[in-house]
C-alpha cells in the first residue's frame, strides 16, 4: 500500500514496517549501522572506515529528487528502531530502475529484507516496466531475497566496492513487471 507522498516520495506500507524517505533525524542510527564493516563490504558506496560527514551527506542526497529514491525501514509502528534498513531505487533509462538494500545485522535472518525488496516491487513507485538488482557473490543470502521477491537470474559481472577497494563478482537479477 502506498500512502500520500508528504515530500514528492511515498511511504509505502509493510506488515512490520513503513518504508519511508530519509530524514535529518535517522543520521545517528544510519551512522552506526553503516559503520559496520559487514554492511559496508555488501554494498558498493558505502565506505569502511565511515569518514566523518559521509551520513550527513547520505542523508542531503537520499533526500527526495528525480534519480534515486532512498526510503527507511522504520520499525516504530511494532516497536523496533526507527531505522531497520535501507532500500533503494535508482532511475535507468528505458523506464528501468536498480533495486539496492542493506539491513542492520541484528535483524539478519528475519524475513525483513525480503519483506522489504517485496513491498517495494508491489508499489512499484516509479512505475518501472523492468527492475534489476546485483549482489556480491560472496553474499548469497541477499541473492535469495531477490529471487524470493520473483527476481531472476539474468549473468555474472563485476562492481567496484568502495570499503573492499577492489572489483567484486556480482550476480545480476531481473525482474519485468509488466
Not at 7 to 13: D, E, L, N, S, V
Not at 23 to 48: C, F, N, V, W
Not at 74 to 97: C, K, P, T
Not at 128 to 136: D, G, P, S, Y
Request: overall charge negative; aromatic content about 8%; glycine content about 6%.
Amino acid at each position: 500500500m502506498i500512502l500520500e507522498p508528504i515530500t514528492g516520495q511515498p511511504t509505502i506500507t509493510a506488515d512490520r514496517f513503513v518504508l519511508r524517505p530519509v530524514r535529518k533525524s535517522d543520521s545517528g542510527l544510519l551512522q552506526m549501522y553503516s559503520a559496520d564493516e559487514r554492511i559496508a563490504r555488501g554494498t558498493r558506496s558505502i565506505p569502511h572506515p565511515m569518514p566523518p560527514g559521509a551520513i550527513d551527506a547520505f542523508v542531503a542526497r537520499a533526500q527526495p529528487q528525480s534519480d534515486e529514491d532512498v526510503w527507511v525501514l522504520d520499525g516504530s509502528i511494532i516497536g523496533l528502531d526507527e531505522v531497520l534498513g535501507v532500500v533503494a531505487l535508482e532511475r535507468m533509462d528505458r523506464n528501468q530502475s536498480e533495486i539496492s538494500f542493506w539491513i542492520a545485522p541484528a535483524c539478519w535472518n528475519s524475513g525483513l529484507a525480503s519483506e522489504a525488496v517485496k513491498a517495494a516491487v508491489a508499489a512499484n513507485p516509479q512505475n518501472c516496466r523492468t527492475l534489476f538488482a546485483a549482489v556480491f557473490q560472496d553474499n548469497p543470502v541477499s541473492a535469495r531475497v531477490l529471487t524470493n521477491a520473483g527476481f531472476d537470474y539474468l549473468g555474472d559481472a563485476e562492481a567496484f566496492s568502495v570499503a573492499r577497494g577492489a572489483t567484486v563478482a556480482t550476480w545480476t537479477y531481473v525482474l519485468n513487471m509488466i
